[in-house]
């Protein structure tokens, strides 16, 4: 990931491979950023807003409690709004920071995908997750990778990884599984 010497993810949005990411994304393709991922995302302008050092300036290395607040992307098609996921957590630089304007946004165009139920970074209004305006581009600091398996301490990222294997049989990015039990 280049390091962190500059700025999380600020010399990684020079890579060759972005300008490529950038053409798929705006094409539709699918693209999910975790943690560093999401953190060159936004340097990228991919997605809006910043990752800053968290709150207390301390790096953090822990499960969280997630809420979904949207199933309108693939990384979320198969959960309930308002579910509750147990995801961990692995960063120095996850306070998700963006402008006022951009906030207004967020809101009111549903793209807050997920939020921290106790913020642990001091992100603006608790988001821990964002999509774009199209829904096809997906940032956000949790690992769901990291929890598959309840051996590992939760199976709860599993919902998330059932959801980019739906968007992928069904070639949507964003096909919600209202009813879901």
Do not use: W
């Not at 304007?101 to 793209?111: C, G, H, S, V």
């Not at 051996?151 to 990884?161: N, P, R, W, Y």
Request: hydrophobic share 40%; proline share 4%; with cysteine.
């Amino acid at each position: 990931a280049h390091g962190d010497y500059l700025r999380t993810g600020a010399i990684a949005q020079f890579s060759p491979v972005m300008e490529s990411l950038g053409r798929f994304a705006q094409d539709g393709g699918p693209v999910v950023g975790i943690c560093n991922g999401f953190q060159i995302l936004c340097e990228s302008g991919l997605l809006p807003g910043a990752l800053q050092k968290n709150a207390g300036l301390k790096f953090l290395c822990k499960s969280v409690t997630l809420r979904v607040e949207t199933t309108a992307t693939p990384l979320t098609n198969q959960a309930r709004v308002g579910e509750l996921l147990e995801i961990p957590i692995n960063h120095f630089e996850g306070n998700y920071t963006c402008s006022a304007e951009t906030l207004a946004a967020l809101r009111d165009e549903d793209r807050v995908v997920v939020r921290y139920l106790e913020n642990p970074n001091g992100s603006i209004d608790s988001i821990a997750g964002i999509c774009n305006e199209a829904r096809n581009v997906v940032g956000l600091m949790p690992h769901p990778e990291r929890a598959i398996e309840s051996v590992l301490g939760s199976s709860d990222g599993a919902v998330m990884l059932q959801s980019i294997v739906a968007s992928a049989v069904s070639g949507s990015t964003a096909t919600s599984a209202a009813g879901r039990s």
